[in-house]
């Protein structure tokens, strides 16, 4: 059974939109995490948080931003939806030992 | 460049077989290397983690396997079910030293037919 959890799971919007994504966990994970995610490729990082007040930038370029004012909650917004932001966004989370738990992931389709 | 290269890309099999996936990894220095199963339009769900130190991992009927030394990882699925059919990823952490990153490779697309 999931633990974190993202909403919504599939979210389609026009062109120009603010748009929130929402990603919780139940856990108490400090480290939290976004993922961009497109058909048949591989994830690729795009936020990182280590805990409240900390957020960074992953190895992917992305216009979205994150705030992480609650260690169990971590959104990730868009100010202005592009048909090039279209695509599968995962959130993830990691406890003290190596393990991750991904969200089931929010797929965005912008027209 | 960190790399996580799988093979096959696809594979279709019967029910009942068995079948190996194939992770070769460039990633150094290596913290751990984790299988996940990603049903389509979810998220990873993970199989096994294995640290450089360990050779072999079961998870019911998945057996993964490491050679750190060649850099290369295995992900045996014994009597195939319908319910394997999915994308099985192969992960390798980095080792940073005060946080860990992750190295995805771009997953072998599991079938299995009737």
């Known amino acids: 059974e999931a633990d974190i959890y993202q909403t919504p799971r599939y979210l389609v919007i026009g062109t120009g939109k603010k748009i929130t994504l929402e990603c919780s966990q139940t856990?108490?994970?400090?480290?939290m995490y976004w993922y961009q995610q497109d058909p048949g490729m591989e994830l690729h990082l795009i936020h990182y948080s280590y805990g409240v007040n900390s957020t960074e930038k992953g190895d992917l370029s992305s216009e979205s931003t994150v705030s992480r004012i609650r260690t169990e909650h971590f959104p990730l917004t868009l100010e202005s939806a592009r048909p090039s932001h279209t695509s599968q966004y995962l959130c993830?989370?990691?406890?003290?030992?190596?393990?991750?738990?991904f969200g089931s992931g929010t797929r965005l389709t912008v027209v | 460049k960190n790399q996580v290269e799988q093979s096959p890309q696809s594979l279709i099999i019967l029910e009942g077989k068995n079948c190996t996936l194939q992770?070769?990894?460039?990633?150094?220095?290596?913290?751990?290397l984790r299988w996940y199963k990603q049903d389509t339009g979810r998220g990873p769900v993970s199989l096994t983690i294995?640290?450089?130190?360990?050779n072999t991992k079961s998870n019911g009927r998945y057996t993964a396997t490491l050679d750190a030394d060649t850099k290369q990882s295995s992900l045996h699925i014994t009597a195939s079910q319908l319910s394997d059919s999915a994308s099985y990823i192969c992960v390798v952490s980095l080792n940073t030293g005060t946080a860990s990153k992750l190295t995805f490779g771009t997953g072998t697309r599991l079938q299995v037919t009737l």
């Open positions: 993830a989370s990691q406890g003290n030992d190596y393990g991750y738990t």
């Open positions: 294995m640290t450089f130190s360990e």
């Open positions: 856990m108490g994970h400090d480290k």
């Open positions: 992770c070769n990894y460039t990633v150094s220095p290596f913290s751990n």
